[in-house]
């Protein structure tokens, strides 16, 4: 029959499983963002040592081996510095949810408190095993607590402390099952840590964090399931989008007017233009269905076939000049196309006189950059922000940049001057 003691080691030990598993899931799970699953990883992990260390701590107690000996002091140490470990790391992890990539120096001075007051108590338990500051070991091997035994638990609590502050100010930033899954790793040991105090036998503290950390698990695994369900939702919305404003059925109908009346004029300019049609429409089709990256030389030649046609409608309102520096690079696809294509619709077409579209490339130690610029009408950025009239191509090619490339698409214009639209691809030798 179990005594109380065997169930208490039991239920550490089951909460050591329980985060090895996590933290191996975790490991694996693509929902976690990289610094997310970092933070979520190391406190799995240090949260599994912490309660290892507690049942070894329980069960040696009083072994008079050597063995026994070197466990029960080894692993006591190793409670105490992880009680603030697994803290730093969950503290970490809170702060990553709420922060992002905000730069340090526009965080609260409670983040950098935070971090601080846990590597405080780390040092604390270290000096504590040469002073004897937390506890002692008398000579049949057991643990006794000292005088400033309450100081190793005050410590982590001003730790938790911050942290809830943080939670509350900035609780709009958490789901409500994120935020109240959260509070518990404070509110559970929190009291846990308090019953210590006055009673003796089983270290409710460490349970309660077992606890709570599967809770935190589970909701953050819940959490960013949606989250990317929700983000597959809005590329499929925007996939959809963008398949409607490539089509463009006015440029369409205008195309197939201007063949219509070559065929009686130029019977042969209208078989190159039916031509350069079909290919537009057949390239577009199939970067539609691309997901993956592809040569520029591929969109360079769709570019070219599109200006070609939008020059057969216009004439000299379109004129087009190239300055391709560096062409032997990847990128994702439908990436300038739709750049150019606002440059003519939305740019020069729409200027008494036409203007000039330019597409240029070229490479820096760190990146390829496309720029793409018009001596059109331009706009007012301004009240571009607010137009009602929004450029899906644009917010399309400036979320696959950053989803699929690490790149960026910057948009400056001069009302009566022109736009110019610059692509950044920083260069990554798995993608030449």
């Not at 406190?43 to 599994?48: F, N, P, R």
């Not at 400033?148 to 943080?166: F, N, R, T």
């Not at 846990?192 to 950390?213: E, V």
């Not at 463009?248 to 219509?260: A, D, K, W």
Request: include cysteine.
């Amino acid at each position: 029959m179990f005594d109380r003691q065997s169930i208490h080691i039991a239920m550490l030990l089951w909460g050591c499983v329980f985060s090895l598993m996590a933290a191996f899931c975790t490991g694996f799970m693509a929902s976690f963002g990289p610094k997310k699953r970092r933070w979520m990883l190391a406190m799995q992990l240090s949260g599994a040592v912490l309660l290892l260390s507690d049942a070894l701590a329980w069960a040696y107690r009083g072994n008079g081996g050597a063995a026994g000996w070197w466990l029960v002091r080894v692993s006591n140490f190793l409670v105490f510095a992880f009680s603030d470990i697994v803290l730093l790391f969950f503290h970490g992890y809170v702060c990553c949810y709420l922060f992002g990539d905000t730069p340090p120096s526009r965080q609260p001075r409670r983040v950098r408190a935070g971090y601080a007051v846990a590597l405080a108590g780390v040092a604390l338990v270290v000096l504590s095993q040469f002073t004897g500051l937390y506890y002692t070991f008398d000579a049949r091997n057991f643990y006794h607590r000292t005088a400033w035994y309450p100081l190793s638990l005050a410590v982590p609590m001003i730790g938790m402390l911050l942290d809830c502050s943080l939670l509350v100010q900035y609780r709009k930033k958490l789901t409500r099952p994120l935020y109240y899954a959260m509070l518990s790793y404070i509110a559970l040991p929190f009291l846990g840590a308090a019953a210590l105090l006055f009673y003796y036998g089983i270290s409710l503290a460490n349970i309660a964090i077992a606890i709570s950390m599967i809770l935190i698990f589970i909701t953050s695994v819940v959490e960013q399931s949606r989250a990317m369900a929700r983000q597959s939702e809005e590329l499929a919305e925007n996939r959809i989008s963008l398949m409607l404003s490539q089509m463009q059925p006015h440029f369409m109908y205008n195309v197939l007017n201007s063949i219509y009346a070559l065929c009686s004029r130029d019977p042969e300019q209208a078989k190159d233009a039916i031509d350069k049609f079909s290919t537009y429409l057949r390239c577009n089709m199939a970067a539609l269905e691309q997901t993956t990256f592809i040569p520029f030389k591929e969109e360079y030649q769709h570019i070219q076939t599109y200006l070609a046609l939008e020059q057969m409608r216009f004439g000299r309102r379109v004129t087009v000049e190239y300055d391709i520096a560096v062409s032997d690079f990847m990128l994702p696809p439908l990436t300038i196309q739709p750049l150019v294509e606002n440059a003519v619709r939305h740019g020069v077409t729409k200027k008494r006189g036409g203007g000039t579209v330019t597409l240029s490339t070229r490479q820096t130690e760190r990146a390829i950059i496309v720029t793409i610029t018009d001596t059109g009408i331009g706009f007012d950025p301004d009240r571009y922000a607010e137009d009602g009239e929004v450029h899906i191509g644009i917010r399309s090619v400036r979320e696959r940049l950053q989803r699929m490339a690490g790149g960026s698409l910057e948009i400056t214009s001069t009302p009566g001057v022109g736009t110019t639209a610059i692509v950044t691809l920083p260069r990554k030798e798995k993608r030449r």
